[in-house]
């Protein structure tokens, strides 16, 4: 059972990348994949219950049984909104039904008591900033892509954040994203000898500008590859390189098979050769310091981390001043004066429940006499644009306050998560992008900051990681002295 439950990574992830591109399949829609995300959800509610014991008759009719049938109401909720929309009368009151039933299956819990006591201020973050978009959705046309936008964006990102990393092991989440990032770069990298060409309806094609790339001097095509801009491959590649790394110490420090990382070591390498022909230097920066983080973690330990986090956040902050102050030759794409012009917007203007789905360049243009039309190309800005100051806090507490905790309170936090939600909230600085879509980067991020959130929380996770590794050997340790001591 645990191995079908991985299983749903693959079509999961392998799903939005193909949702990234022009691909064309009658069943690769977004409702599709969250009714198979439902079934997930109520299969691994199940299974849980079963390992754990608590699948007696009481809490078939109490929790589980009700899951399932609110499983299944939203799948039918999502059939009304996809075929009719949302039509009075009684609109608001059906909002906030399908924003209850939601939040339910994202709470309920084979040990609520436990789970509860470790999540209940993400789980209310999410909630804000959820109602946040949602308190909009009744002001909107019946039928408007708007709201099937808004509820199953919301959706998606609630089943990513709090029901996928529960039944998911994180190596097979660090394997597939490494694998499909690693096909995605195998696949493209023929373009540079033999030219564009398309393969199983999916097109392979270079980006038209050319730019002189770093360390090697020569001129080069952006990799496009599949997607429709390089910063998505970008965005793939960032969390391929980093996903490799992961799994490749894991599988040094954890697996008694004799060089067995060396094939994650390899995807690690195309999977950065990859992210550096991209030219993403969002991606470039978030893998940096993901994989900083997580040295300071392999050479100095669990105690380190804060010291350097700490540094490798200051130096990232000099590093921006000195672009911002133009002391190197790194181009900024305009992004610090689409930035000013967003916080100008939320302050001049503030909201606690933002103006809804709207494009987030309109609100800049006041403030703006070059790059009209951009949106802010960061997350956060985009967020407090649309969802408010309610929303836009409550998405912080999500990110970098999930990540925070992480470094500064949880003594056994799984540091590999940590380092890659680091690298994500820093990602999302500098891209277009939030966790409240349904692009590959997006889900993929949701994920990770979901893994962080539930670190520790039932039910645990099977991997055994590098702290349960060294608690299991102090134990080990432990019973061999009371055994000498017989």
Known sequence: MKQLLNFFSIVLLASVILMDTSFEAKWLTLSNLLYAFFVFAAIGFAWHAYRTNNLNFTFALTWLIPYILVCLLLIGALLAVNESGVANPGRVAKFGIVYLLLLFVL???????????????????????LGAFFSHLPNIAVGSGL?????????????????????????????????????????????????????????????????????????????????????????????????????????????????????????????????????????????????????????????????????????????????????????????????????????????????????????????????????????????????????????????FGSVLDGVFRKPGVDAGILAFASGCAIHQMFEAYTLFQYTFIAVCGAIVFGYLILDGSPPLDEVTSVSSLTSRLQANRKLETWSNRQ
């Open 107 to 129: 709470a309920a819990n084979a040990e609520p008591l436990e789970f509860f006591r470790r999540n209940i201020v993400y789980l209310l973050a999410f909630a804000i900033m």
């Open 147 to 399: 709201v099937r936008f808004a509820i199953k964006s919301g959706t998606l990102m609630g089943l990513a954040l709090f029901v996928f990393p529960r039944y998911v092991s994180r190596d097979a989440f660090f394997w597939t994203i490494s694998v499909l990032s690693a096909t995605v770069v195998t696949l493209s990298l023929p373009m540079y000898l033999f030219g564009e060409y398309t393969l199983f309806g999916l097109s392979f094609q270079l980006w038209g500008t050319q730019t002189t790339m770093p360390l090697i001097g020569f001129e080069f095509r952006y990799l496009q590859s599949i997607f429709p801009n390089p910063n998505t491959t970008g965005g793939l590649t960032f969390a391929g390189t980093v996903a490799a790394a992961l799994a490749a110490y894991r599988s040094y420090a954890d697996s008694s098979v004799p060089a067995v990382w060396i094939l994650p070591g390899m995807m690690f390498l195309l999977n950065g050769f990859g992210l550096y022909l991209s030219y993403s230097r969002a991606g470039w920066l978030a893998a940096g310091i993901a994989l900083s983080l997580y040295g300071v973690y392999v050479l100095f330990g669990r105690n380190a981390l804060p010291i350097g986090f700490t540094a490798i956040i200051g130096m990232t902050g000099l590093f921006l001043l000195a672009i911002f102050l133009s002391l190197i030759g790194i181009s900024s794409n305009g992004r610090f004066t689409l930035w000013g012009a967003g916080l100008q917007a939320i302050l001049n203007d503030p909201s606690l429940f933002g103006a809804g789905l709207i494009d987030p360049s309109e609100p800049l243009e006041p403030y703006l006499t070059q790059f009209r039309g951009f949106s802010p190309h960061n997350s956060y800005i985009s967020i407090f644009l649309r969802a408010g100051l309610l929303g836009g806090f409550a998405y912080l507490v999500l990110t």
